[in-house]
């Protein structure tokens, strides 16, 4: 192993530079003093937005929205360009929130940590990186994201092709000249649908394989005016208040109203100014059942493959693009920019790989039932094994040895999705269960910075060494995670969210389907009764 072998001390390693390691970095380093050591394996910071380069990526909450709360100096001098800007803006962002609060420089880059080995004797974590930094820490906070392990499926023959292939979660920094190429993409999530309209503008022929048609809703992106900018910023405290007690961390006025409140003409109007307004405001701001009941979702599913047929001009085609095998709001949501339309073009083309499956890739493109697709390049926007994906990359292990991997084996067991029980002052910010992926993340992440925040304070002002989630209250709130997504269209889908993109993943689903507001009252519940559920000790947890 490269590198120094000498074991440095430190309050604390937070593993990851996102949106979640920078402000935990700051947090704990410049608010509490602590010595902090932040490990990345990108060259940057940035997390999501340093990985995910491919054309069209661009956020989907809405860019006031997406972005930090704490910093009130910060949230009024930053100025969005647009609705839902792309990667490169973020980054900037992150890149500006690292320099305004010398974020960088207790950060270790292009380096991964690959074991946290808690001590029993120290109560300490043994941290060890890929590049051969050890470090001895008291608390680990794994700040590594939820999509952050990109997934490529094991196809036959993968790895004979000989032209250019690409994960969309590890674009090339330096990008890729699609033009005069005939180009592939497989998979038609947020990733596929974001890149599909601008390769296909590229590129002289783009073929799609297309296993799960898709519901989208139109982002009707567009430049942000300033004046209105400024006046969201006049209101920022009510904005955040709002999004922070919401459903999904955005601040939309929610309507309490069912589909079956209205008449059918008042509902199509309806669903007419949702479809107008674009992105999330169609689920949050139509009707208050979409997410809960199956006749209500079918109503706003057969609205949207309504605006399909509408805009595909070949029916046949249209009918290949229709999602019917899984209800409205069942998988993630896609906002797209232009998708369907990209189905007229000349120079596109789909293959439902339900019809004409994979059979394998060649050296030469793809073979799809009997047809051999000749390609220059293949661009898996296949996504991510999700929320316990970079969890299993590392080697965990807690009291008595116990590797969280095996003990995570039949699916993810937290308390509050911060904690896990037997691997004391390990906290995971926006880990599985916790609203986290189904919430606007910056919300979310900001959350339980604060809250892992207030725990180590409360630790050291109380002298106490150890908090530990206790396993009667993790089975408990593991139960709750359950019966909360039970009700919910969640349920009725082959999603990541219940790992089901990742070949023999359990079938579990990892998000709180609460809400981030109900999330939240449980998190201040458990602050103010003293801690409920963890325990905390002034030595050996084992005494
Ligand atoms: P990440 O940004 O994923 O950062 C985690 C970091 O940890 C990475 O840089 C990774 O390199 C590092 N890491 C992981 N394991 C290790 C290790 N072992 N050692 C060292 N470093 C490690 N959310 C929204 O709310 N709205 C959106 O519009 C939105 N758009 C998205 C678009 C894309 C393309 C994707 C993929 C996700 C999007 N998300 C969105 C979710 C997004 O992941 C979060 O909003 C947010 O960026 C997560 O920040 P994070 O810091 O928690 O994790
Ligand atoms: P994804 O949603 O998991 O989509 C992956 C696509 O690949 C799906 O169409 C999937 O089909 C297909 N696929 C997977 N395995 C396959 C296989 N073996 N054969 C054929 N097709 C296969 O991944 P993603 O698009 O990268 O998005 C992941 C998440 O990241 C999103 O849900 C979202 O949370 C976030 N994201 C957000 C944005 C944004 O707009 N801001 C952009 C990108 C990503 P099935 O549907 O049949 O599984």
């Known amino acids: 192993m490269p590198g120094s072998t000498k074991v440095r001390e430190l309050d604390a390693v937070v593993i990851g530079a996102g949106f979640s390691g920078l402000f935990m970095n700051h947090r704990l380093r410049d608010t509490l003093g602590l010595d902090v050591q932040v490990i990345e394996a990108g060259s940057d910071v940035g997390g999501t937005w340093y990985w995910n380069r491919y054309p069209g990526a661009r956020c989907d909450s809405e860019a006031y929205m997406y972005c930090f709360g704490f910093d009130r100096d910060l949230m009024q001098q930053w100025e969005w360009s647009g609705k839902y800007p792309e990667q490169p803006e973020i980054l900037r962002y992150l890149g500006h929130v690292a ?13 991964r940590v690959r074991s946290a080995h808690f001590h029993e004797e120290s109560n300490r974590w043994d941290v060890e990186t890929d590049a051969g930094e050890r470090y001895r820490s008291r608390f680990v906070i794994t700040a590594i994201g939820c ?26 920094h330096e990008g890729v000249d699609f033009a005069g190429k005939k180009v592939a993409v497989i ?57 922070r007690h919401s459903t999904g961390g955005f601040p939309y006025d929610v309507q309490d109203r069912s589909a079956f409140d209205v008449e059918d003409a008042e509902r199509r109007r309806i669903l007419e100014e949702g479809w107008e307004m674009g992105g999330f405001k169609f689920m949050f701001s139509t009707f208050s059942d979409l997410r809960t009941s199956l006749t209500a979702s079918e109503l706003a599913g057969e609205f949207i493959r309504g605006k399909i047929r509408e805009t595909v001009n070949d029916p046949e085609l249209a009918q290949k693009l229709l999602p019917l095998d899984h209800p409205f709001g069942s998988k993630r949501i896609l906002i797209d920019t232009d998708y369907f339309e990209t189905y007229n073009r000349d120079n596109v083309e789909l293959v439902d790989i339900n019809a004409e ?11 799809a039932g009997d047809t051999h ?38 699916g993810p067991r937290t308390y509050l999705g911060l904690t896990s029980a037997g691997f004391p002052n390990l906290f995971m910010i926006t880990g599985p269960g916790s609203p986290s992926v189904l919430s606007n993340m910056p919300i979310s992440i900001e959350q339980h910075v604060e809250m ?20 009667r209250a993790e089975d408990a709130w593991v139960e709750h995670v359950n019966e909360v997504a039970e009700p919910t269209m969640f349920m009725h889908a082959n999603s990541w969210y219940l790992g089901a993109n990742i070949p023999g993943k359990p079938r579990v689903f990892m998000p709180y389907a609460g809400g981030v507001g109900a999330y939240r009252q449980h998190c201040d519940k458990v602050v103010a009764n003293g801690y409920e559920g963890f325990t905390l000790s002034p030595g050996s947890v084992k005494a």
Request: aromatic letters at 8%; proline letters at 4%.
């Open 99 to 111: 320099d305004r609060f010398d974020l960088r420089r207790n950060t270790s880059f292009n380096t």
């Open 147 to 172: 999509l952050s392990t990109g997934q490529i499926p094991d196809f036959r023959g993968r790895d004979t092709f000989t032209g250019e292939a690409y994960h969309t979660g590890a674009w090339p």
């Open 187 to 243: 998979g038609t999530g947020s990733s596929g649908v974001q890149s599909i309209p601008v390769i296909a503008r590229q590129a002289d022929h783009l073929t799609v394989f297309q296993r799960t048609p898709q519901y989208m809703i139109p982002a009707r992106h567009g430049n942000v005016d300033k004046a209105v900018l400024d006046e969201i910023k006049k209101e920022y405290d009510t904005i955040y208040d709002k999004a």
């Open 357 to 367: 499956p994979i059979v394998e890739i060649t050296e030469t493109g793809i073979t």
């Open 373 to 410: 697709h000749d390609v220059d390049v293949i661009v898996y926007a296949t996504g991510f094994d999700a929320m316990t994906g970079s969890f299993n990359r590392i080697d965990i292990r807690g009291l008595d040895g116990q590797r969280l991997k095996d003990k995570w084996a039949a």
């Open 452 to 471: 892992i925040s207030g725990i180590v304070s409360h630790l050291d002002r109380n002298e106490l060494e150890l908090i530990e989630a206790e396993v």
